[in-house]
């Protein structure tokens, strides 16, 4: 079988996500604020995986802190992979995959935007067609404002986590298509 692959492509416009049919792709959405240092790891691992070869089944979208204006692009896929931050007392930088059956089961110290992230998966819970959802948290310590630096520890797990998407996406893959 020859293995798909294509450049990433930087999405502008929400069209992007309707010009074909979706619901066979996985959509990894990375949620934060730039400007809050560590709260921001969401969409710098978007950043970083944007210079990766990705697989023709995986987009990447950086959601910025879009809340619920990401809805029509989430209901255009069958799988999403949601990255945040969360300030859940663990060491910052530890990566914890999470699928949650209802919105209850997110944990409720992911860390806040103008519409956190819970409340929008709560919103797609009321959808008609409710995609699959995996939830990447990575840990951290604090935010701080007006900086786009992360920590250490929390840079520190970048590729670790973009290794463990592009392996739970293969995963998911394999499985919705019954490949061997």
Same mark, same amino acid.
């Given at each position: ?5 294509? %450049? ?6 929400? %069209?992007?996500?309707? &010009? ?15 400007? =809050?240092?560590? &709260?921001?790891? /969401? ?17 990447i979208?950086? +959601? +910025?802190? /879009? /809340? #619920? ?8 896929? +069958?799988?999403?992979? #949601? ?5 859940? /007392?663990?060491?910052? +930088? ?5 699928k949650?059956? #209802?919105?209850?089961? #997110? ?15 709560? %919103?797609?819970?009321? =959808?008609?067609?409710?995609? $699959? ?8 310590? $604090? ?9 250490? $520890? ?6 670790e986590? %973009?290794?463990?998407?592009? $392996? ?10 019954n490949?061997?």
């Open positions: 079988m020859k293995k798909e692959e294509r %450049a990433s492509i930087a999405i502008s416009s929400d %069209a992007y996500f309707f &010009e074909k049919d979706k619901s066979e792709s996985i959509l990894v959405l990375g949620i934060g604020n730039y400007l =809050m240092g560590d &709260e921001g790891v /969401g969409v710098q691992l978007i950043q970083k995986m944007n210079t990766m070869e990705l697989p023709s089944y995986l987009d979208l950086d +959601g +910025g802190t /879009g /809340g #619920f204006l990401l809805l029509s692009c989430i209901e255009a896929y +069958g799988h999403i992979i #949601f990255v945040d931050a969360t300030m859940d /007392g663990k060491t910052p +930088g530890t990566i914890s995959l999470i949650p059956k #209802f919105a209850s089961d #997110f944990p409720s110290a992911l860390s806040v935007h103008d519409v956190g992230l819970k409340d929008m998966i709560e %919103a797609v819970y009321l =959808m008609d067609s409710r995609p $699959e959802i995996e939830l990447i948290t990575i840990s951290i310590a $604090e935010m701080k404002p007006m900086t786009l630096e992360l920590s250490d $520890e929390v840079a520190g797990s970048i590729p986590t %973009a290794n463990l998407i592009l $392996e739970l996406a293969k995963e998911i893959h394999t499985k919705n298509h490949l061997v």
